[in-house]
T-cell receptor
Framework: AQKITQTQPGMFVQEKEAVTLDCTYD???????LFWYKQPSSGEMIFLIYQGSYDQQNATEGRYSLNFQKARKSANLVISASQLGDSAMYFCAMRDDALYGGATNKLIFGTGTLLAVQP | NAGVTQTPKFRILKIGQSMTLQCAQDMNHNYMYWYRQDPGMGLKLIYY???????DKGEVPNGYNVSRSTTEDFPLRLELAAPSQTSVYFC??????????????FGDGTRLSIL
């Protein structure tokens, strides 16, 4: 069965510093996608970054990068130069891409990490 | 720029009442989903649909029903509300192509309390 594990319930980081949010996953499927979403206190889910299982390079989107270590089944989110507006809940999620058809694009979510950026 | 629209944003129900959570998307996405998020937890899939007329159960379907008569709309029905259904409900949609960087797009959620 597919599973996403986020072991850090909460983290503090100083403004302007970098922070790494951990995510490990478990799947027997060869084709899958990994996503990070941000949920601020207002409640909406904001897509941040995507990594495909066959991507050779780590994904980057502005200040967000994904440290993808396939052999270790980890997909950690790195936020560089933290800002006060980065304070939020962060969710790692996995999608079964069913390479040979039948994909439903369902997402399995971890329990999240609450990040607090301190001035 | 509507995206995924959920109504209502907030609702309080009495135990045993029924209601329908509405979800509409204007991005012509084939796939739509309903999730629930309990306090301090991640999202869990209730039901999903891969196209009009096609629905299937997710991880936590008990106590809910769905229908998908059009591409745009995917309502979620609670028939006999129970306190355990107190949660935040998210509707999402996506393109049908897998193995791509297209994410699921989420609505703003419906906060539901059962008293």
């Amino acid at each position: 069965a597919q599973k996403i594990t986020q072991t850090q319930p909460g983290m503090f980081v100083q403004e302007k510093e970098a922070v790494t949010l951990d995510c490990t996953y478990d799947t027997s499927d060869p084709s899958y996608g990994l996503f990070w979403y941000k949920q601020p206190s207002s409640g909406e889910m904001i897509f941040l970054i995507y990594q495909g299982s066959y991507d050779q390079q780590n994904a980057t989107e502005g200040r967000y990068s994904l440290n993808f270590q396939k052999a270790r089944k980890s997909a950690n989110l790195v936020i560089s130069a933290s800002q006060l507006g980065d304070s939020a809940m962060y969710f790692c999620a996995m999608r079964d891409d069913a390479l040979y058809g039948g994909a439903t694009n369902k997402l399995i979510f971890g329990t999240g990490t609450l990040l607090a950026v301190q001035p | 720029n509507a995206g995924v629209t959920q109504t209502p944003k907030f609702r309080i129900l009495k135990i045993g009442q029924s209601m329908t959570l509405q979800c509409a998307q204007d991005m012509n996405h084939n796939y739509m989903y309903w999730y629930r998020q309990d306090p301090g937890m991640g999202l869990k899939l209730i039901y999903y649909s891969v196209g009009a007329g096609i629905t299937d159960k997710g991880e936590v379907p008990n106590g809910y029903n769905v229908s998908r008569s059009t591409t745009e709309d995917f309502p979620l029905r609670l028939e006999l509300a129970a306190p355990s259904q107190t949660s935040v409900y998210f509707c999402a949609s996506s393109y049908s192509t897998g193995a791509s960087n297209q994410p699921q797009h989420f609505g703003d959620g419906t906060r539901l309390s059962i008293l």
